[in-house]
């Protein structure tokens, strides 16, 4: 399985992107996808997952703003960021497991075995 981010770049406050993740390989095997985040200096952090048909969470600063989705047909995961702020501004990367987690699993990075390669979001104020 392959992951391969897309859609960052440099957007003002209140601005919106929409970030694409094509996942190829054994797709079919993927339950949980999701996305993390890096800022410098920072350590990865959690920004929202979907657990196969089970539903999503989403990490607090981002909830309300945030929405993850999957087009299984399109083997696509999206990112669509609204209300973007300079905090926000980091490296996001795709993930994906093929565990069905539950909700308390999704947090932590070292659960999936397949990450994207990134792409950059820079928010400016």
């Known amino acids: 399985v392959q992951l391969q981010a897309s859609g960052g770049g440099l957007v003002q406050t209140g601005g919106s992107l929409r970030l694409s993740c094509v996942v190829s390989g054994r797709t079919s095997s993927i339950d949980t996808v999701g996305w993390f985040r890096q800022a410098p200096g920072k350590e990865r952090q959690f920004v929202a997952a979907?657990?196969?048909?089970?539903?999503?969470t989403y990490a607090d600063s981002v909830k309300g703003r945030f929405t993850i989705s999957r087009d299984n047909a399109k083997n696509m995961v999206f990112l669509q960021m609204d209300s973007l702020k300079p905090e926000d501004t980091a490296v996001y990367y795709c993930?994906?497991?093929?565990?069905?987690?539950?909700?308390?699993?999704?947090?932590?990075?070292?659960?999936?075995?397949?990450w994207g390669q990134g792409t950059q979001v820079t928010v400016s104020s």
């Open positions: 979907r657990r196969g048909s089970r539903g999503t």
């Open positions: 993930v994906g497991t093929v565990q069905h987690l539950i909700v308390s699993s999704v947090y932590e990075p070292t659960t999936y075995e397949y």
